[in-house]
């Protein structure tokens, strides 16, 4: 538990540090090409409309629970997305920032929480399209809605857990890079995006509750289309919690007795 306390309280003693490298980390991605950092929110819209007219125009998807297919089907492929990248960028930030990792005064363990935070902003965009085109097509407001900084907060810790782990390991064990990829994908298809948890039978579903990531795509849907609230799901909630909890503590504690070593091998 200090470990964990002592974790947090220097991330939040380089709160400056860490916003300012965010920043560049989301600008750099885009170095060179001539529209910059306005690919960043130009690709994602693009995914957008690319949906919307595969499953609404060309297969003609029906609607589901009186939901336009593409309303809900976005409504779940946009925390996966941020899952992802956040996923995948911080599990490399350690070998991609080796020539930092290398400098005595510099803080090692921001750098996941750097990669988590970059990958936020296209993920904030995501949010400001999806209530767009829920207002589109004709949703009003709801105060369900603001419950989707609860939502946010635990992808937020979840990723940074798990970014903590696969960070550590990937500089002594070059295969997680592959590994990760793998479970991302096996991932992608055991969550509810593209199908609906009521086409399962019954007796099967828990298993695949014990995803964590269908509770946090599960509840975006709840947040804005089916307006549930998490309190309404204490057990699910609970065991998300203590998943969260155990990724974090094992992030932590990893990262924390492998750090000193980091430099040697890179």
Same mark, same amino acid.
Do not use: C
């Given at each position: ?13 380089? !709160? ?16 060179? #090409?001539?529209? *910059? ?5 130009? %690709?994602?819209?693009?995914m957008i409309l690319i949906y919307w007219f595969v499953f609404q125009?060309? =297969? ?8 336009? =297919? ?15 990248? #956040?996923? =995948?960028?911080?599990?490399? $930030?350690?070998?991609? $920032?080796?020539? /930092? ?7 090692? !363990?921001? /750098? ?5 935070? #970059?990958?936020?902003?296209?993920h904030l965009f995501f949010i400001i399209v999806l209530l767009a085109? +829920?207002?589109?097509?004709?949703? #009003? ?13 635990? /992808? ?21 890079? %592959?590994?990760?990829?793998?479970? +991302? %994908? ?19 579903? =828990? +298993? ?10 599960? *509840?975006? !849907? ?15 909630? +609970? ?5 969260? /909890? ?9 990262? $924390? ?10």
């Open positions: 538990m200090k470990e964990i306390l002592f974790f947090f309280k220097d991330l939040f003693n380089n !709160r400056l540090l860490v916003w300012d490298l965010s920043k560049k980390d989301f600008q750099n991605k885009f170095t060179g #090409s001539y529209l *910059g950092i306005i690919w960043a929110f130009i %690709q994602p819209f693009i125009v060309g =297969f003609k998807s029906t609607s589901v629970s009186d939901v336009p =297919f593409v309303i809900w089907l976005l409504s779940g492929m946009i925390p996966w997305i941020y899952f992802t990248d #956040s996923v =995948f960028n911080s599990t490399n $930030s350690i070998v991609e $920032s080796s020539y /930092l990792v290398k400098k005595i005064v510099f803080n090692v !363990r921001i /750098l996941p929480l750097v990669k988590v935070i #970059s990958a936020a902003y296209i085109m +829920l207002f589109i097509y004709g949703f #009003s407001f709801n105060l369900a809605y603001l419950q989707i900084f609860y939502y946010f907060i635990a /992808l937020f810790l979840l990723v940074l857990g798990i970014g903590l782990i696969s960070s550590s390991l990937i500089v002594f064990i070059k295969d997680i890079g %592959q590994i990760i990829s793998m479970l +991302l %994908q096996f991932g992608f298809w055991l969550t509810p995006i593209f199908w609906s948890m009521q086409q399962i039978p019954e007796q099967y579903q =828990f +298993l695949l509750k014990l995803n964590p990531m269908y509770y946090i795509a599960n *509840g975006y !849907r709840e947040t804005f289309l089916t307006h549930v609230y998490f309190w309404e799901h204490p057990v699910l909630t +609970l065991y998300f919690w203590v998943v969260v /909890l155990v990724f974090l503590s094992a992030g932590i504690i990893l990262f $924390s007795k492998l750090r000193s070593h980091f430099a040697d091998v890179l």
